[in-house]
């Protein structure tokens, strides 16, 4: 908290550890010299574990590999498919050569795989074990892995694309062409001289290097390739967002937390549990990206998991399992929760299955930035108020740039250390966000008040104007949240001519237990601006997802307009 109350909505949070002065491949070998057989990785419905000894010596191989392919610092490779281990074996060893891993989506269609392998240059691809039907998509973007003849690769829609790794066990048919490698046969490629490059390429990387690639989440237009140093990345998991009280409140220490990573692999949520290992010493739990509630519920219980993430929807379905009650919990300390704004009700309930309960709040280009401390003053916790984690600058501003009173609504802005170095191949964009000044423009709204404290208040685009009034989407799903019958809410502006925009209330329900349009309507009277009352309400089973797990709002609202039959004026 601030040690003088704050008249400008501006707070600095001093770093009370140093920073760690290593790249992510050196702190990896420091790590694994100093817990050599303790746990490093834990991938959980595949039961395979390593030490961090075994995920060193895994991750060299495959550098040693890309080595004997000729491959070199600021070279991009891409990588595509579900969490498994050798999604983690490519990072580490992409990252120990200064190579970028480029971590394409399955939810990404073929056109924009292509435009992105094509726009960055990737020069190789995995594909992971699974999902079953990867591989006929492999086929189908790249016929030449059955027809070429060449010696090398030549695919006609990503011209430099050199070779392919087909970690699928039935993929085994296609390995015999040069260039397409099964998983198993493309470690054995280096050979002693490989080996002795790949250590040395890493200890002469510099900590300020290109790391590694996070794309934005999609959920405003296209999704954007994020660069992140060694520094930003390793230090923002050391940090990381819910360590502002310190692990020795949990009655644990940093060696025996066990954390589990729920999403794909490919998104900022799982920066803390691809790092933190490395970063202090601890276990990741790494589970399936296709969010499965059961699993989670039994990985919890099973890997005595002590602090997890997840998003909004995942919360939602995890309380909702049949027979949550029969799990035992008790080793799960902690559980962050992001993706959206959280509502309350949402943090009340979750306390049945964990004892402490926070909000998370970040962005791609920045990593995560601020945390709600489960023993911050009770309203600020009812409503959802983050703090500044160590380290890092924030501020709100108007739309010329000026800092705001305190309780001033205004865009967040934020700077320091884990601020991202640019969007690869994209330099316009990059000026776009990340001013002259180093502050990353967040496009969310916020208001900070006389202690420091962030509440959100949605994205600055999500702003509906409707009769000349700026409306704030996150007011009304506020109390949306606190119907019964509603399981989640999201707030939308449909297109209108007499009005400009239209208030649509998109409401997860349960079927059996739904209420009507009118008694959302009548629930929402009075309790908020009278304009805000939504003409439209929409039910959902599933709320739309971006491939980071947030609702889509784009989406959403394509969904709308088709349902309401409404055209843009």
């Not at 969010?291 to 919360?315: C, D, K």
Request: one cysteine or more; charged letters at 20%; glycine letters at 6%.
């Amino acid at each position: 908290m601030a040690t003088q109350k704050l008249t400008k909505s501006y707070i600095h949070v001093p770093k009370k550890e140093p920073f760690i002065g290593l790249t992510v491949g050196q702190q990896l070998y420091k790590m694994a010299e100093k817990y050599p057989d303790k746990e490093m990785f834990v991938f959980y419905v595949d039961n395979e574990r390593f030490t961090f000894k075994q995920m060193k010596a895994k991750s060299q191989t495959f550098a040693a590999s890309l080595v004997s392919k000729g491959l070199k610092k600021g070279d991009t490779i891409a990588i595509l498919g579900a969490n498994h281990s050798e999604w983690i074996v490519a990072l580490y060893a992409s990252i120990q050569l200064g190579i970028l891993l480029v971590p394409l989506r399955m939810e990404f269609p073929h056109s924009t795989i292509v435009a992105i392998m094509n726009k960055l240059q990737c020069k190789a691809i995995i594909l992971t074990r699974s999902p079953d039907e990867l591989l006929d998509r492999a086929c189908e973007y790249f016929p030449e892995m059955k027809s070429s003849p060449a010696e090398q690769l030549k695919s006609d829609c990503c011209p430099h694309l050199q070779f392919l790794v087909l970690c699928s066990k039935s993929a085994k048919k296609l390995c015999s062409k040069t260039g397409v490698y099964s998983y198993d046969d493309f470690m054995t490629l280096g050979n002693e001289t490989d080996f002795s490059k790949v250590e040395e390429i890493c200890q002469s990387l510099d900590i300020d290097d290109p790391c590694c690639i996070y794309f934005t989440s999609g959920s405003t237009g296209m999704p954007k390739p994020a660069v992140h140093s060694h520094h930003s990345i390793l230090n923002n998991a050391m940090t990381g967002a819910f360590f502002r009280m310190g692990v020795d409140n949990f009655n644990c220490n940093w060696e025996s937390l066990r954390y589990m990573v729920g999403v794909t692999l490919s998104g900022i949520g799982t920066v803390w549990g691809t790092y933190l290992p490395i970063a202090r010493g601890c276990t990741t739990i790494v589970l399936y990206p296709a969010f499965n509630a059961g699993i989670m519920a039994e990985a919890l219980q099973n890997e005595r998991v002590s602090i997890g993430t997840v998003l909004i929807h995942q919360a939602y379905d995890l309380l909702n399992l049949p027979n949550i009650d029969s799990y035992d919990f008790s080793n799960l300390k902690l559980m962050g929760m992001g993706g959206s704004i959280i509502p309350n009700e949402l943090r009340q309930k979750m306390k049945k299955l964990v004892q402490y309960t926070t909000n998370c709040y970040g962005m791609t280009e920045i990593l995560m930035t601020h945390m709600g401390d489960p023993v911050d003053p009770p309203d600020k916790l009812a409503g959802a108020a983050t703090y500044t984690i160590d380290g890092l600058e924030t501020k709100i501003v108007d739309d010329n740039g000026i800092i705001v009173p305190v309780e001033t609504v205004g865009e967040i802005l934020v700077r320091g250390y884990s601020a991202f170095k640019y969007y690869l191949a994209d330099d316009l964009q990059t000026k776009e966000i990340k001013d002259i000044n180093g502050w990353i423009h967040t496009g969310d709204l916020g208001v900070m008040d006389e202690a420091g404290y962030l509440t959100m208040k949605g994205r600055k685009k999500d702003i509906i104007l409707k009769e000349g009034v700026n409306l704030i989407p996150v007011e009304l799903e506020a109390v949306l949240h606190e119907h019964p019958k509603v399981l989640a809410a999201m707030v939308i502006g449909l297109p209108d001519e007499r009005v400009g925009e239209e208030i649509c209330a998109c409401i997860r329900v349960d079927r059996d237990n739904s209420p009507t349009e009118e008694d959302i309507r009548e629930f929402c009277r009075g309790k908020v601006y009278a304009l805000l009352v939504p003409k439209y309400v929409i039910f959902f089973d599933e709320f739309p997802t971006t491939p980071n797990g947030k609702y889509s709002r784009i989406e959403a609202t394509r969904i709308a307009k088709k349902a309401f039959n409404i055209i843009a004026y």
